[in-house]
């Protein structure tokens, strides 16, 4: 984005692909974050364009701010840590962490208290690490796997073939990403409450536009739509 050459400029949106029913793939960008940032830039008069996020941790992602891209939209959620990294707009989504197996092999496993003995998988950088960590350290679970930030479709398989026992992550992406795979089901949910929302360079007015745009999207009954769409239901708080 240029200051001040509004007529040319393009909001560029710093993401994590794949992340369903957030974003996608990165040659395809298509779900709840590509609805919702089209949406701003359109009210600002403004092109699009996503960058693809390629970094192991996630949460190297608001290194970019300013320099590769404008705003991050990456189902990312709020936690004090990153509002030292980034200015962070009103959540368009508040959801939470959740658990799927393959219910062939945990038949038993309904919660976190049925994870003695299991191997964890997260993603690096995922806010499901420190809970899935403090869950080993209470000895409800035995380790962890952390995986890189784009290798989240291998975790899922490796519920199946044994590598990993259970998958955490924040439960619409969970729910999208498991669903094409038989025998493995999401069967806890709402383990944490997480705000999903944009965020942006720290002292960027660019922040301040943005959250204007969405609270009229907000107002007017988009986001909903948008969240109908692409998660089922309207709601801002969800499982």
């Known amino acids: 984005m240029?200051?001040?050459?509004d007529d040319a400029a393009v909001l560029r949106v710093g993401s994590a692909f794949p992340d369903p029913p957030f974003n996608g793939e990165a040659d395809a960008p298509s779900g709840l974050d590509v609805d919702l940032t089209a949406a701003l830039a359109r009210s600002l008069g403004w092109g699009i364009r996503f960058v693809p996020y390629r970094g192991a941790d996630f949460d190297g992602i608001f290194a970019g701010l300013g320099t590769d891209y404008d705003c991050v939209a990456s189902g990312t959620t709020i936690t004090p840590a990153r509002e030292r990294l980034a200015a962070f707009g009103e959540p368009y989504l508040v959801s939470g962490q959740a658990i799927a197996v393959d219910v062939g092999r945990h038949p038993d496993v309904r919660g976190v208290d049925d994870l003695d003995g299991l191997v964890i998988g997260v993603q690096n950088g995922n806010t499901s690490e420190p809970i899935a960590r403090r869950l080993v350290?209470?000895?409800?679970a035995a380790s962890l796997k952390v995986y890189a930030y784009d290798r989240i479709r291998e975790a899922v398989s490796d519920l199946t073939s044994g590598a990993c026992d259970v998958l955490m992550k924040l439960d619409p992406v969970l729910t999208d990403l498991v669903r094409p795979t038989p025998g493995v089901e999401v069967v806890?949910?709402?383990?944490?409450?997480?705000?999903?929302a944009v965020a942006t360079?720290?002292?960027d007015p660019l922040g301040a536009r943005l959250a204007r745009a969405q609270a009229q999207l907000e107002a007017d009954g988009t986001l909903a739509r948008f969240r109908r769409i692409r998660l089922g239901r309207a709601d801002l708080e969800q499982p």
């Open 201 to 203: 360079r720290i002292g």
């Open 188 to 196: 806890a949910r709402g383990l944490s409450v997480e705000r999903v």
């Open 2 to 5: 240029a200051e001040g050459l």
């Open 137 to 140: 350290a209470d000895g409800k």
